[in-house]
C-alpha cells in the first residue's frame, strides 16, 4: 500500500498563536468590563469585586498563584472549606474581642461568593477566554434553612439611641438606620441614592433602575420625620462637601457600605444588642413588623422590590405573633370550649 504522507510536508509545530490567558486578576478585570457592559447594577459590580477579593485573600493565605493554571476544581473546594471551618469573621476589628470573632462563614454567604466565581467562570468560558471552566461540576453548599432573626422594639430603641447625634458620622448613621427601617430597601441601593431621588413634598423616594438590584424602579413613601431627618443630613454635607450623594464620609466620599456594616458591629456592642447585627437585618426587621402589623404582602412586596411573591413568604412565617393572635380569636375550639362550658341539667326536676 502506498504510503499517502510520501512526499507531503509534516507539521510539528503549531503556527496559530496559543492563547495567553494572563493571570486571574487581569481575567476578573475582563469579566468585571463585560458586566458593566451589559448594564449590572453597580450594587451588584461591586459584590462581584468583594467576592473576588474574599478569594484572592484565600489564595495570598496559602501561597497559591494567581494564576489560571494554578487553580483547579480541587483549589474551589479547599476554598469552601476553609470559608465553612476556618474564616475568621470581623478579623482585624479591634472592637470585637478575639472571643466574639466567631470562625466560618453562613452557607448563605459562602453559595454568596461561589456564585461570583461561577458567574465569573461562566462568563469567561462563554468569551473563550478560558479553556477550562473549574466551577463545572462544583455546587453549593446545602443549606439549612434557618429562621429568619429580627431586631425587638427595645432593641431597636437601644440601638437608635446609641449614636451621638453632635458628631457628623454618628448622625449620618443614625439618618440611614431610620431611613432602612422606614424603607426597607437595600443597603447597596440606599448608599448610592443621590439627592435628587428624595421628593420632599410628597415624601417619596425613587430607587432608581440603575441603582436598584431588579433593574425595576420603584417608588417608596416615607414618614415626614424621616424626611426631615435627610434634609437635615442634606443641610450638613453642603456645608462641607459638593457631592450629590446623600451618604457621606467624614472627608466627602460616597458611603461604602461595608464600612457602615463595621460600625454597625460597634453600634449594637455598645448598645448591649447580642444579636449579629448588619443593614440586612433592619429590612427583615421592618418587613415582618409591617406584616404583623396588618400590612398586606403585595404591598410589602412592592416595597422591598421583590419580583416574586414568593420571596416575601420568608417573612410570613416570622410574623408567628399576629397569626397566634388570629387562631386564639378565630380556632374552632372557642366555639367548642363555650359549648363545653354551658351549664348543664343533670337532673330532672
Known sequence: MDDIRKGKPIKR???????DLGDLDGL?????????????????LQQYRDNYKSFTT?????????????????????????MRNDWVQFKGNVYISDE?????????????????????YNTLESEGLIDNNIMHRVKNVQEIEEPIIILQPDELQRLLKTPD???????????????????MMRIGEITHVEKRDFDFKSYILTIRSSIAKNRKTRYIPLLPTTCRLVQELIAEN??????????????????????????LVDFAAKANVKKKVHPHLFRHTAATM???????????????GHLDLRMIQRYTHVADKSVAKAHAKHTVMNYIIKAQAMPRKIKRS
Open 28 to 44: 476578573f478585570q475582563t469579566f468585571i468590563t463585560i458586566k458593566t457592559a451589559e448594564g449590572k447594577a453597580k450594587g451588584t
Open 238 to 263: 453642603e456645608l462641607d462637601f459638593k457631592s450629590d450623594y446623600v451618604f457621606l464620609t467624614n472627608y466627602g466620599a460616597r458611603l461604602d457600605r461595608n464600612h457602615f456594616r463595621k460600625r
Open 13 to 19: 509545530t503549531r503556527r496559530r498563536k496559543l492563547r
Open 58 to 82: 484565600f489564595l495570598e493565605e496559602f501561597d497559591i498563584p494567581r494564576s489560571p493554571t494554578a487553580i483547579d476544581r480541587d483549589t474551589i473546594r479547599d476554598y469552601i472549606n476553609y
Open 100 to 120: 466574639e470573632k466567631k470562625r466560618g462563614l453562613s452557607d448563605s454567604t459562602i453559595n454568596t461568593r461561589l456564585k461570583t466565581l461561577r458567574v465569573m
Open 165 to 183: 447625634k453632635k458628631n457628623f458620622a454618628d448622625f449620618r448613621d443614625y439618618v440611614l438606620m431610620n431611613v432602612l427601617l422606614d424603607g
Open 290 to 304: 409591617f406584616l404583623e402589623n396588618g400590612g398586606d404582602s403585595r404591598m410589602l412586596q412592592k416595597l422591598l
